[in-house]
């Protein structure tokens, strides 16, 4: 395996320091591929030199998971362990913070049932919500990085040894994350800090919509009330001062669950449950998506909008430049974490309560009433692009530059 492990260990270290923020005596829970054990063992180290009390990882296998779509009986698909769930979710009352290792084969599923993969995905995602709240409320500090598993980077460069493919991926993630030079920790200090000017200056603005014109895509997006732009390391209500994404390069927000009109193109495929749903365009209609096509994965599609009620609506507005050190690599990940860090994007499904201010003491019908959708996906997907305008319309109707060709047109 071609994985450099002095540059894990660094990645390591930086998802306790600054990812997670780990405090002394917090307990830590990790998630990851069986793959990454490397990384889970390194990432351990660092925690219990921050002072971790107790590091728990839980793991999933490529192999295992096969074996539920291959052998089990058909009931199986539509049963989770609730149980695990109300363990984290306990875990995460008593203080714990959260880690997630990203780094399964994207394309693990391909070959298996999409409506298994549907009634599995629905039946987990309802009982993880338990788990999930805390996370989506940002009460806990918690983050998620990366590992380039064999599976993953088999992908991503399928022309290459898989050894050579891991070393490379490794390398993408490495200065996708920000890990280069003396000081990976002063490196995202400084790119939180630039994140926070363009947050100061849309939450100063207070848009009541944004106009997006580009190829395929004509369409006024309206914003939740009370919405609140987010990006950078923001405070947990914890109190602990987290940066949830290691890489990210988006400022986000929540917008008007009902207020969305137009057409709208995807400027990335979507990996999403072991397929590649590709060139998506949906129009939508008072905040829902009325028609919805795509060149390949329709049928992964259509049954992802089906999920529930708001599983057709949007919960999440990002803007990334197209000069972002993930777009400008040229490289598509297959990997939610990384490719919606290339380009503007949208959610469907689930929004982030912190995103309305005060939401995160709102219930889901005083959230709703303030635009926020409610739902048990959050699925992102990629519609920005050097090609794209998008405008600011205020409260009073003018209209204001917020992006030209892909990037910012405020300084």
């Known amino acids: 395996m071609s994985i450099d492990p002095v540059k894990l260990d660094r990645l ?16 830590l829970v990790i998630t990851a591929p069986m793959a990454a054990l490397d990384l889970v063992r390194a990432i351990t180290v ?23 779509y291959e052998h089990a009986p058909d009931d199986s698909f539509d049963r989770a362990p609730n149980w695990f769930f109300d363990g984290l979710a306990q875990a995460f009352k008593g203080g714990a913070a959260r880690m997630a290792i990203s780094g399964d084969d994207p394309m693990l599923l391909a070959e298996q049932d999409p409506a298994k993969i549907a009634r599995l995905s629905k039946a987990t995602s309802i009982a993880a919500k338990p788990a999930m709240n805390p996370i989506v409320g940002f009460e806990v500090n918690w983050n998620i990085v990366a590992y380039p598993s064999a599976g993953w980077a088999a992908r991503v460069f399928p022309d290459m040894p898989v050894d050579a493919a891991q070393g490379k991926l490794m390398d993408a ?10 000081d990976p920790v002063a490196n995202w200090a400084d790119h939180t800090a630039e994140l926070k000017k363009r947050v100061k200056w849309l939450n ?18 309206g914003l939740a009330d009370g919405h609140i732009w987010k990006g950078g390391a923001s405070p947990a209500l914890n109190g602990v001062t987290c ?51 795509a060149s390949k994965g329709e049928d992964v599609l259509q049954a992802l909008l089906k999920t529930d009620d708001g599983a057709s609506r949007i919960g999440e507005v990002a803007l990334v430049p197209h000069s972002s050190p993930i777009s400008q690599s040229g490289t598509l990940f297959y990997n939610t974490l990384f490719d919606e860090n290339a380009s503007c994007h949208i959610a469907l499904g689930q929004c982030y309560a912190d995103t309305i201010e005060g939401g995160s003491t709102l219930s889901p019908e005083e959230l709703k009433q303030k635009g926020g959708n409610q739902s048990i996906i959050h699925v992102d997907w ?21 992006m030209r060709g892909g990037e910012w047109a405020t300084g």
């Open 46 to 68: 660092h925690a219990y030199k921050a002072g971790a009390g107790i590091v728990t990882p839980f793991f999933t296998d490529d192999q295992i998971t096969l074996a539920r």
């Open 204 to 221: 100063d603005h207070s848009f009541s919509a944004l106009k997006y014109t580009g190829p395929g895509t004509d369409l006024m997006l």
């Open 382 to 402: 990629m519609m920005g692009s050097d090609a794209v305008d998008i405008d600011g319309i205020t409260k009073t109707g003018d209209v204001v530059p917020v």
């Open 12 to 27: 390591a270290e930086v998802a306790v320091r600054t990812g997670v923020n780990l405090q002394p005596g917090q307990d």
């Open 243 to 293: 940066q949830p994404n290691i890489p990210t390069e988006e400022v986000f927000t929540c917008p008007h669950a009902y207020k969305v009109d137009g057409t709208v193109s995807a400027t990335k495929p979507l990996a999403h449950q072991g397929s590649v749903i590709e060139n998506i365009k949906v129009r939508f209609e008072a905040g829902r998506i009325v028609e919805a096509s």
């Open 173 to 182: 993630i490495y200065k996708a994350s920000r890990l280069e030079g003396d």
